[in-house]
Nanobody
C-alpha cells in the first residue's frame, strides 16, 4: 500500500518562502503523476503544480514564476518550493499521486500540511 506524507508547512510572512515535501512509502510502486493541490478557507481544492514520471512539470497560472515542483527519485520525494508567498496562498496543501504497483493502479492522497501567510 502506497502512502504519501507531506511536511514543511507553517507560518510565514508575505514575501517569504517555504518548501513542502511529499514522501511516498510502500513497496514496488511507480508513480506516473504527482500533483500538489491546495484548499484555502472556504474554497474548493485546486491544482497547484504537477510533475510527471518523465520529469515534465506544469503550474497553475496563479503560482507560475513563484513555485517550483521537483523530485528526488532516490528518496521517493517530491518538493514544492514556494517563494514570494502571498496571503492568498494560505491553504492546506495536499499531494496526490497516480501510479501502479505491478498491474494494479492507484490514486492516493496525503494528509495535508497547513501553510499560513500572514504578517
Amino acid at each position: 500500500q502506497v502512502q504519501l506524507v507531506e511536511s514543511g508547512g507553517g507560518l510565514v510572512q508575505p514575501g517569504g518562502s517555504l518548501r513542502l515535501s511529499c514522501a511516498a512509502t510502500g513497496s514496488r510502486f511507480s508513480i506516473d503523476v504527482l500533483d500538489w493541490y491546495r484548499q484555502g478557507p472556504g474554497k474548493e481544492r485546486e491544482l497547484v503544480a504537477r510533475i510527471r514520471s518523465g520529469g515534465s512539470t506544469s503550474y497553475a497560472d496563479f503560482v507560475k514564476g513563484r513555485f517550483t515542483i521537483s523530485r528526488d527519485k532516490a528518496k521517493n520525494t517530491v518538493y514544492l518550493q514556494m517563494n514570494s508567498l502571498k496571503p492568498e496562498d494560505t491553504a492546506d496543501y495536499y499531494c496526490h499521486a497516480l501510479g501502479s504497483t505491478g498491474l494494479v493502479k492507484f490514486g492516493v492522497w496525503g494528509q495535508g500540511t497547513q501553510v499560513t501567510v500572514s504578517s
